[in-house]
Each structure stands twice: as C-alpha cells, then as structure tokens.
C-alpha cells in the first residue's frame, strides 16, 4: 500500500536527476565525494590532533620542566661551588679570623645568588678554649649583615646541616627549614665538611654553607603559565612540599602523607618515583578538583628535589574542540555553497591564482626582482598579490640585514681569534726552548677552555744559570681574565728582573693586583727560581696546586710548603719562601685545577689521585714533553665528550 507511492516519488526524483544539465550532475558528484571526505578527513583529523596534541603538550611539559630545571641547576650548581672554594682554601691556608671574616664577606657580597654563608667550627678547632665559633653573612633588605652563630640559642651543632656532613663526611643539600636564630628565613643549606690535617690523618674540623632563599624559587615556579588552572610544584628528596599554589601543603605535607590521608595509590606511587629521582608523563585526579589532568615530573640537577608540572585536559582539548565544531558547520556551509563556488571562480581564480604561483616560486628561487601580476580580479587574490610584494620587500630586506649581521658575527669572531693569538703570543710555545743546553728539559701547555682563557705559563732565565717559571690561575674565564691573566705575566717579568726572592717578587706583584681590584679578581700562582748549578730551586706558593717532583729514582713528592692566599685579595699579604734541591733526573710538574676538576658525562672530577698515580706510573723516566702528552691523553680518555668547563695548564722541568 505504502510501497507504490514511495516508489513513484523515487522514480520521480531520479527521473530530475535524469533531466538535470551536467553541470547539476558534477555538482552533485563533487557534493557527495567532498562530503563523505571531508566528515572522513575531520574525524581522522580529531583523532590524530587530539594524539599529537597529547604528545605536544607532553614534549611542551618537558620542555618547560627542562628549562625551569635548568635555570635552577644553574642557581645550585653555582651556589655548590662557593662553599667548595672556601674549604679549599682554608684547608690549604692558615688564615686568621679577621681575614676568614673579610672573605666570607666578600663571598656573600659578590655571588648575587647566594643569601648567606657560614663557616661553623668543631669546639677549638679555630680558637682555643672556644667552643662555638661560625661566623655568618647574610643578605636582608638594609643590606648584607654578620652574625656569629656560635650561642647556646642556636646551638648549630644539633642542625642537620652541620650534623649530616659531620657524621657521613658528605657535602648534601638540607631540606627546606625555617632557620629561626639565623637569617629567619626559609631556605636550604649546602654544606662541606672541613678537615685539619694532624699529620697521621685527617680530623673534621667544621662545615662551610651556603644558603638559598626559597623566596625566589617560589616566585620562578609560581611564574609558569599552564593554560587557566595548571601549575608547578616542587618536593624535596624526602617529598615534602616545597612550593605548590595550595598553601595550606607546602611546607606541611609529604606527597606520601598526602596519598595516605586521601588514600590514593597512584598518588602513592608518583611519591615513590619523584622521590627516586624518576621521569613520568602520567594521567591524573588532582586533590582539590575532580577535573582530570596530566602531570609530568623530572628531577632537578645538582639536588635530590623533583618538579611537577600538571595541566587539565579539559583545557588541553578545549580549543581542539572548538575547532572540532567550528571545521563541521564550515564543512556544511561550505558543501551548500560548493556548487556554486566551483561554478563561478574556477574561470576567475585558477589563471591568476597559477600565475601568482609561478611567481612566487621565482621569488623562492632568489629572484627578489621579479613583478607581480596586476591583474588579479578579486579581493582575496589582489591581498595575496599585495601579500607577496611585502614578502618579496621583506626577503629582500632580510638577506641584506643577514649580509651585515653575518659580517659583523666574522668581525666579531676575528677579534676574539686575535685576542686567543695575543694571549698565546704572550707564554712562550716553540719546544724544546733550550736546545743548546744540556742541564736543563722544559716543556709545557695551555688549553683555553674557550677562545680565552686565565691560565698561564712563563719560563725565562734571570742570569745564564738561572732559569725562573710560574703557572698561575685568575679566578675567571673569557676576556675579563685573560686581560688579568696578560697584567700578571707583565708584572711577573718586570718584578723579577729587579728582585731576587720569590716571596718577595709575589709580594709586590699582590700589592699591584690589589689595587683597585673591584671585581674580586684573584690569581693562583707558583713561582720558582731554579739554580742550574747548584740545583737549588726556591719557590713561592700563591694559594696554587701543590706542585709534584717524580724523583729519579720513580718516588713521588708533593711540595707543600709556604702556601698562602692567592694573588689581588688582600693589599699587605705576606709571603713566604721555600727551598728545595733537583737532583739529576728529578723532573717538577706544576699544574692547573683545570686538570684536577676535569669533569666526565657523568659529574665526577679528574682528582688529584689519580692524577699521582698516573704520574708515577706512566711519567717515570719520561722527557717533559711525553709527560705532559701522558697526563693530557689521559685527561681526555677521562672526560670523554664532556665539555670542557675550566683552562688547562701544565709545566715540566727536568733537571740532567
């Protein structure tokens, strides 16, 4: 009954369809085959944006964590090495109290990043019949001021940056505390255990930290944008909470008590993996909204602490899905107007529209000159022909501004390559430097860690028999120290023409390096002045790495007498002498910490022990030449593919 009248309105619409022109007929091909695409296509293409977006916002997400770890490591990294430069010194240096003040003060004045330092003593360790001795600068808004921790109030004995370091013999980061008696503020503490060396072995003889607000770490994470309502948080190694936009947590929660109060086992196992230091990109119920989301969290460098990033994945899609809706009502209007379009602007587009393309891929081929068509009949094709005479204007502009900025980068680089020929230009580098004599073999080298450096070597003879050298270290890298570098050898040549002893040439060059020594600037240095006739060599040692001497016989000595404070620190410093006698067949090695504090991939220093037992074992019987090729080789094997980070410097004599 019902089948007749559909059947005759189907044979009806077909027999219209029949009738219609081929116009009417390729319209409805091309309606039907970009329909069915297009829906195909838009599906697809949610799934797949929807994918990559994921994994964008994933590789955004270690990015951001990245950069933010980085900028972060670079703050600890730095700190690290203050307190390590001041053990070193006082280890090697029998410094007094009013100087150990007056460079604690210098060390919190001039590192910007650092909020305070404390040297802390064992009971009369520093002071007899003192029990408590640790001075301390810090920074506050009327300036950097001094403390003497050293009271029963504050007791520094029983704190955990002292404790741990003593007790373990490790330098460690502190948790996060409030250091009330101290500089009242909450921070972390990096410290290094300090030893005195009492002959038979090493006894702990306090710490020196280095303090680090964490005001300025909350204020750097509370700073990173994600989407409306992400955030960042970071958790100590033991997971506490150390900045997170929930104040009532931070500082008072672990992200284990957190999992077991709101008893959450993913939480539980995200806990477990930051604090084993792990990277994860995992899905997501934050506590304090049931919006689901994503977190990703990596650790930081130079620490034990870990960082989270967390963004909802409504806000992830959002514009995803808008855009999703948006493309579907384009795509039903546009299959309305198709026809029509198809119709009407396949004569009046396709012609201009290819000859704009034509000249478009001249101008890609470097022909900037070329002119654009004028005939263009509409206004969309009238902006792309106005769009690529700006680009062409543009490109043209770009490729001069490129000449200049390519010429000025060669000049530039010209200048520093002038400057590193300067600067070697200045140490003597033709080898052997003494062929006609056969008392004496001297070798050495210097490797800039970049085009510049402030290590340096210097050998020249006072009288015929008498040969003088120095290796020294400015407390920098690039052209502020190779200028201090170029200012010492000067005064190291002058002061040792017109005075004899060693203590006294380094005297007067401090006094001049000294002056108005803004900057802080100093200079590691030993000097010696070796007698070819009698064998004597007196030396002077400026806060340098002891030198060795490889005895004809293959025995191993360290030279460790008259240490003192490196070069441009204090005006009036003294100086002290020393002597020693080169037997035939001794051979001196002086070297940079740049050898020393050589880093592999891996962070670990070179040291100085296995730089003696190479010594022993592979410069015995060896030219100076072979042996400093030795330590180099093996330096390199070392350090592998890491960058260098530091000057490397060495010299070595050889008495026959």
């Known amino acids: 009954m019902f089948c007749n009248p559909l059947k005759t309105s189907l044979l009806k619409i077909a027999k219209v369809f029949t009738n219609r022109g081929l116009a009417f007929k390729f319209s409805i091909y091309i309606l039907t085959v970009v329909s069915l695409l297009f829906f195909l296509t838009l599906f697809y293409n949610y799934q797949v944006s929807k994918k990559l977006l994921l994994n964008e916002s994933r590789q955004v997400a270690m990015h951001l964590t990245n950069t933010t770890i980085t900028k972060i490591g670079e703050v600890l990294k730095s700190i690290q090495k203050i307190p390590l430069r001041l053990v070193y010194i006082i280890e090697k240096t029998d410094v007094e109290e009013e100087e150990l003040i007056k460079m604690l003060n210098a060390v919190v004045k001039n590192n910007d990043e650092l909020f305070g330092s404390c040297i802390a003593f064992e009971p009369n360790s520093f002071v007899n019949d003192q029990e408590q001795f640790a001075p301390y600068f810090y920074r506050t808004e009327e300036g950097i001021k001094y403390k003497e921790l050293g009271h029963t109030d504050y007791n520094y004995f029983n704190w955990d940056w002292y404790k741990i370091p003593k007790e373990q013999g490790i330098s460690i980061w502190s948790e996060p505390y409030l250091d009330e008696g101290g500089g009242d503020v909450i921070m972390a503490t990096y410290s290094i255990p300090f030893y005195a060396d009492t002959g038979s072995n090493r006894k702990f003889a306090g710490v020196v930290t280095a303090d680090m607000s964490l005001t300025w770490l909350e204020t750097l994470i509370d700073s990173i944008k994600i989407y409306e309502s992400g955030y960042a948080f970071i958790v100590s190694n033991n997971g506490t909470i150390i900045t997170h936009p929930q104040d009532q947590i931070t500082m008072t929660e672990t992200m284990s008590s957190l999992a077991q109060k709101y008893q959450r086992s993913d939480l539980e196992l995200i806990a477990k993996e930051m604090m084993m230091g792990k990277s994860n990109f995992l899905e997501y119920q934050p506590l304090f909204n049931d919006e689901p989301c994503r977190i990703y969290y990596a650790p930081l460098r130079n620490s034990n602490w870990s960082m989270a990033l967390v963004f909802p994945e409504k806000e992830l899609f959002e514009d995803l899905n808008e855009l999703f809706w948006e493309m579907l009502l384009i795509g039903f209007l546009g299959i309305i107007v198709l026809i029509v379009v198809i119709i009407l602007i396949s004569r009046s587009i396709i012609h201009p529209l290819t000859e704009l393309s034509l000249t478009a891929t001249k101008i890609g081929r470097g022909n900037f000159d070329v002119e654009i068509p004028d005939s263009l009949n509409t206004r969309e094709l009238l902006i792309l022909g106005n769009s690529l005479k700006r680009m062409q204007h543009e490109l043209k502009e770009y490729v001069i501004n490129l000449k200049e900025t390519t010429a000025a980068n060669e000049k530039i680089e010209s200048e520093l390559n002038i400057a590193h020929d300067i600067q070697l230009g200045m140490i003597p580098k033709i080898f052997p430097p003494f062929p006609n004599r056969i008392d004496v073999d001297l070798h050495a080298i210097l490797n800039p860690a970049r085009q510049v450096g402030g290590d340096f070597y210097d050998f020249f003879f006072l009288e015929d028999d008498v040969l003088c050298f120095a290796v020294g270290d400015v407390s920098d890298k690039g052209v502020p120290a190779s200028l201090m570098m170029a200012i010492t050898i000067t005064l190291l040549r002058a002061k040792a023409k017109t005075i004899d002893d060693p203590s006294d040439i380094v005297f007067s060059m401090n006094q001049d390096l000294s002056e108005e020594n803004e900057n802080m600037m100093f200079v590691t240095m030993f000097l010696g002045i070796l007698d070819l006739k009698t064998r004597e060599m007196k030396f002077c040692n400026a806060g340098h790495n002891y030198p060795y001497v490889l005895k004809y016989n293959g025995n191993l000595i360290t030279i460790e007498e008259t240490h003192g404070t490196p070069l441009g620190i204090y005006y009036d410093q003294k100086y002290q002498s020393g002597k020693t006698t080169l037997e035939e067949g001794d051979n001196l090695i002086v ?66």
Not at 626 to 655: H, K, P, R, Y
Request: overall charge negative; proline content about 3%; some cysteine.
């Open 591 to 656: 070297y940079t910490d740049g050898v020393s504090e050589a880093m592999n991939m891996g962070g670990e220093p070179y040291g100085e022990n296995r730089l003696e037992k190479l010594i022993e074992v592979k410069c015995n019987n060896r030219t100076p030449a072979e042996s400093i090729e030795q330590i180099m080789n093996d330096v390199e094997v070392f350090t592998g593919n890491a960058e260098q980070s530091d000057d490397i410097t060495l010299l070595s004599v050889l008495v026959k």
